[in-house]
């Protein structure tokens, strides 16, 4: 029996310009990979790639979106990317992308197809609920990849869950704590975009997100919260 999961948005963070949709998976079956998936990731990557470019990364309605997020909180644009920019610029500069496990696969191959700021969190990970708020730097985060716990500044917008830890900074970086392993069952779901961002896109990358899990990993769907329009100043 899966526990109760609720997600706020703080009306300061609304004010922002944040919009999103926000969804749990339950019944979760991950796998490495799998074959058929590895076709319509080579398929859609090969898409990908044949338009991408550093001017198309720089002009971008999304990913501007989300610098101009950054700098209404006055964060720098040059050591905060978002993760579908820093996905995009991997993938232009490599031509290819590490691949995690297939939730994560997942979830980045329609980062990388919507331009939206995608993540999943192991929910047996989280403590209470998740709010996404400003930060007044008393939050704990621990970085994904980072050997320990790093400083967080006061006025950054970060899912937050209720024992404090940040479980993502901006849309710029997860963490280590509620990282999707192969063991994961049941993943709260971040699909983050801006005031630039149009309430159809966040609906359809949301359904293309949770129809490609489905298919290879099975599970269900509960929507947590919607935010697809941003308030007035």
């Not at 050591?79 to 590490?98: D, G, Q, T, W």
């Not at 917008?157 to 999707?180: F, G, M, P, W």
């Not at 993943?187 to 293309?208: K, M, N, W």
Request: hydrophobic content about 40%.
């Amino acid at each position: 029996m899966t526990r109760p999961l609720s997600f706020h948005i703080a009306p300061s963070v609304l004010h922002l310009g944040v919009r999103g949709v926000y969804f749990r998976m339950t019944g979760l079956k991950n796998r490495q990979s799998d074959n058929e998936f590895d076709r319509v990731w080579s398929a859609s990557i090969e898409a990908i790639l044949a338009s991408l470019s550093p001017e198309f990364i720089e002009h971008d309605a999304e990913l501007r979106g989300f610098r101009s997020l950054h700098e209404a909180i006055k964060r720098s644009n040059k050591s905060n990317v978002a993760s579908p920019e820093n996905l995009l610029n991997l993938l232009l500069r490599r031509k290819a992308l590490p691949r995690i496990n297939l939730l994560v696969d997942i979830y980045n191959l329609v980062s990388l197809e919507s331009r939206l700021a995608i993540g999943a969190h192991d929910i047996a990970k989280i403590v209470g609920d998740v709010s996404l708020r400003l930060t007044d730097g008393s939050e704990k985060f621990w970085p994904l990849g980072a050997a320990e716990n790093k400083t967080i500044s006061q006025g950054e917008y970060a899912y937050i869950d209720s024992s404090n830890d940040v479980i993502c900074r901006l849309e710029v970086r997860q963490v280590e704590k509620t990282k999707v392993e192969l063991s994961s069952t049941d993943c709260f779901y971040i699909v983050q975009g801006s005031s630039a961002t149009e309430s159809g896109v966040l609906d359809r990358t949301r359904e293309r997100l949770a129809l490609l899990t489905q298919k290879f990993c099975g599970g269900e769907m509960e929507v947590l919260h919607s935010a697809l329009v941003a308030m007035s100043p």
